[in-house]
């Protein structure tokens, strides 16, 4: 038996992800995995989407810039220096204990990685502080490797973890991904994939939860994108049972 700790999209969110690590007993003071973590007692997930803060005032409190500006250099050579602070020091943490720190691949991450899609803000702002072309920088080259790296799912019997849906396609970042509004409604609209993906449960993020972390265990899935809700996942698995999800519940902290 082993639990497993789900953080949904954290999106440059750094002081809630480690706040929810301290919380769960999976980081100390100095950002490194504890001894659970380190045996492996413990398994840290995160769901993806470790980039670009979700809205202006976000990318204002990550670079201190007043009314920042995705069109200005600076602003973006702002945005993303502190991002990849926080991102050698997450890189560290994993590194520490990789056989219990689990990264999946979001599309924002993808997004850094291939620039070939501009994503952006609800309030219209541009994510570009990664993309050269339009005034970014380049992400340094062991960073760019290791999420290179980042796995797309990870499973452990029939319990999922996916950055959006048990959907096969949806786990590739291409033209048909952002042309379909599925990826966004799944849950609502066909909440029975989970099932018909033969999983006993899934934990997905990608959209983003008000108020709390949806958890529908009737259904068999979780939607975590809910740390800026200061929310994460806990889960009770046996991966050696045909049916390993032994418990499973949102912890605030």
Known sequence: MR??????????????????????????????????????????????????????????????????????????????????????????????????VHILLGNHDDAVLNPRFVLGTSGGLSHLEFDPARGGVHLPEHLRAWMQGFPRELRVGSVQFAHVSPLPAHTYYDDLFYADASTKRWFRDTPEYVQMAGLSFGIYGHTQMTGSILLDESAGFAMIDALHEREYLELLLDAGQPQPLRSVRAVPF
Not at 39 to 53: E, R
Not at 63 to 78: A, E, W, Y
Request: hydrophobic share 45%; aromatic share 8%.
């Open 3 to 100: 639990k497993f700790i789900a953080v949904g999209d954290v999106h440059a969110d750094w002081e809630s992800l480690w706040a929810a690590l301290r919380a769960a007993s999976c980081a100390d003071a100095a950002c490194q995995p504890t001894p659970p973590v380190q045996a492996g007692l413990y398994q840290v997930v995160l769901i993806g989407d470790l980039v670009h803060p979700k809205n202006a005032g976000e990318y204002e409190r990550l670079t201190g810039v007043t009314r920042f500006n995705s069109r200005d250099p600076d602003h973006l050579f702002l945005a993303a220096r502190e991002q990849v602070r926080q991102l050698e020091k997450l890189r560290a943490y994993q590194a520490a204990a990789p056989h219990a």
